[in-house]
């Protein structure tokens, strides 16, 4: 069946990086766009990166450009995150999500999602 695991979650002090991890399986891989969504207790699941199927365009919320970067490995079926100059703000629960049909920025657009993986950033 269908299936993401995301990793690489963890406690971080400002300023530092992460770098997260989803493993896709139960279909082809290269054939999907991947997104990374975030959410904090309380708030809506919220856009942070896109990346189409071939990994050679990738598109990022506005909050996270310059500092994020998605990118993908169609033989590892894996998608990544590198989450550098961390705040305190980017803490959230991280989920990687594989692309339906409709707006990328959107969760609705997502037919499939992994369990999360907690990223906490200190001040």
């Known amino acids: 069946q269908v299936q993401l695991v995301e990793s690489g979650g963890g406690l971080v002090q400002a300023g530092g990086s992460l770098r997260l991890s989803c493993v896709a399986s139960?279909?082809?891989?290269?054939?999907?766009?991947m997104g990374w969504f975030r959410r904090t207790p309380g708030k809506e699941r919220e856009y942070v990166a896109f990346?189409?199927?071939?990994?050679?365009?990738?598109y990022y919320a506005d909050s996270v450009q310059g500092r994020f970067t998605i990118s993908r490995d169609n033989d590892q079926n894996t998608v990544f995150l590198q989450m550098n100059n961390l705040k305190p703000e980017d803490t959230a629960v991280y989920y990687c999500?594989?692309?339906?049909?409709?707006?990328?920025?959107?969760?609705?657009?997502?037919?499939?999602w992994g369990q999360g993986t907690q990223v906490t950033v200190s001040s």
């Open positions: 999500g594989r692309y339906s049909t409709g707006i990328y920025r959107e969760a609705s657009a997502y037919d499939y």
């Open positions: 139960g279909w082809t891989f290269s054939d999907y766009g």
């Open positions: 990346i189409i199927w071939s990994g050679t365009m990738a």
